[in-house]
């Protein structure tokens, strides 16, 4: 998730980030504290995290809890390298680390569905759906899998999936937004609604609407030596984590506050944080149930399958993986609340 203050933030938050990782080491000594690694600065994917600070849970857990700042190493990793117990991935990122040997396994899921979708220009006319996207410029993040991600869309629309990709990163927006590349990817619950705050209206275009499998956008990764060895405080986690979670899918204006709260002077456009809080709760925390959390291996299989079956995973040896991984393998559900 990329927002503008967020990117200048960022720039600060990585000075810092090596010495916190020195810190972070040295303070968990004894085993007491519990490391948080986020994916980028503060935002509604760590909401629930927020309210769970906020409101106690974790110290009514009996748990000290330590969030870690943004930096350039990708989550898993540092969770891999245990210099953080839990951290904020990706579905994708996620899959990709624990294929090529990571001890990284999901926890939970705090989005149950895709919260990204191809966005161009309101006023672009001529492209109206994925299939209008051949032959134009894709300004893009440099993902793993994020292109033959779009291919996809676009073929499953009728399209070639042929296209230019320009590696811009958090530029990406702007490029699209002043005329200067054809679409993005935008997070629909922050650069769709900051799009529509500085005046720049936005079409998007759903991967599943164009029969592409669902993905749980975000998920919270636990190093998996760490959870062998500390079920009992894993399952406290998790649980006051996911009660955290769960508060703000129920609760989306007190959590907003929550978050904003927690981080003082952070945010410019409290609305935003406000619209997309409301947007996530609405459309993406909630499983069929009402329920926050938990995730399924038939959606890994479809989702992480789309991977595999495209060659795009590798093995620890670096080589592609020939046989396909037991998904149920990739996440568990055994540290959250009974339903």
């Known amino acids: 998730m990329n927002g503008p203050l967020r990117r200048a933030l960022a720039v600060l938050v990585a000075l810092v980030a090596g010495?916190?990782?020195?810190?972070?080491?040295?303070?968990?000594?004894s085993g007491d504290t519990i490391r948080f690694a986020l994916d980028w600065?503060?935002?509604?994917?760590?909401?629930?995290?927020?309210?769970?600070?906020?409101?106690?849970?974790?110290?009514?857990?009996?748990?000290?809890?330590?969030?870690?700042?943004?930096?350039?190493?990708?989550?898993?990793?540092?969770?891999?390298?245990?210099?953080?117990?839990?951290?904020?991935?990706?579905?994708?990122?996620?899959?990709?680390?624990?294929?090529?040997?990571?001890?990284?396994?999901?926890?939970?899921?705090?989005?149950?569905?895709?919260?990204?979708?191809?966005?161009v220009r309101a006023d672009r006319a001529d492209l109206a759906s994925p299939k209008n996207l051949d032959g134009r410029t894709y300004a893009g993040f440099g993902d793993p899998g994020e292109r033959e991600t779009l291919q996809q869309v676009i073929r499953n629309d009728g399209g070639k999936g042929e296209f230019t990709s320009v590696t811009l990163g958090s530029s990406a927006y702007e490029a699209v937004y002043s005329g200067k590349a054809d679409f993005t990817v935008s997070y629909l619950a922050w650069e769709g609604i900051e799009?529509?705050?500085?005046?720049?209206?936005?079409?998007?275009?759903?991967?599943?609407?164009?029969?592409?499998?669902?993905?749980?956008?975000?998920?919270?990764d636990g190093n998996e030596s760490w959870l062998?060895?500390?079920?009992?405080?894993?399952?406290?986690?998790?649980?006051?984590?996911?009660?955290?979670?769960q508060f703000a899918a129920d609760n989306p204006d007190a959590a907003a506050r929550d978050l904003l709260d927690a981080n003082p002077g952070a945010f410019t456009d409290e609305g935003l944080v406000f619209q997309s809080q409301r947007m996530l709760a609405a459309e993406f925390m909630k499983d069929a149930a009402g329920r926050v959390g938990g995730q399924t291996a038939q959606q890994w299989a479809a989702n992480s399958g789309f991977l595999y079956r495209g060659g795009l995973l590798n093995g620890p040896d670096g080589k592609p993986l020939t046989t396909e991984p037991d998904w149920s393998t990739y996440f568990t559900n055994e540290y959250l609340a009974a339903p």
């Open 41 to 119: 600065t503060p935002n509604t994917n760590h909401t629930g995290l927020y309210v769970a600070l906020q409101r106690g849970y974790f110290a009514d857990a009996g748990l000290d809890v330590r969030i870690l700042p943004y930096n350039n190493t990708s989550v898993d990793t540092v969770i891999d390298a245990g210099n953080a117990e839990f951290g904020i991935s990706t579905h994708n990122s996620a899959t990709f680390a624990r294929a090529s040997g990571a001890r990284v396994r999901s926890v939970l899921a705090p989005l149950q569905h895709w919260a990204t979708g191809i966005g």
């Open 19 to 29: 010495l916190s990782a020195v810190t972070a080491c040295a303070s968990d000594d």
């Open 195 to 220: 799009a529509e705050h500085h005046g720049t209206p936005m079409r998007y275009f759903r991967y599943t609407d164009f029969g592409f499998p669902d993905s749980y956008a975000i998920v919270v």
């Open 228 to 245: 062998a060895a500390n079920p009992d405080r894993a399952r406290k986690f998790v649980q006051a984590l996911q009660r955290g979670y």
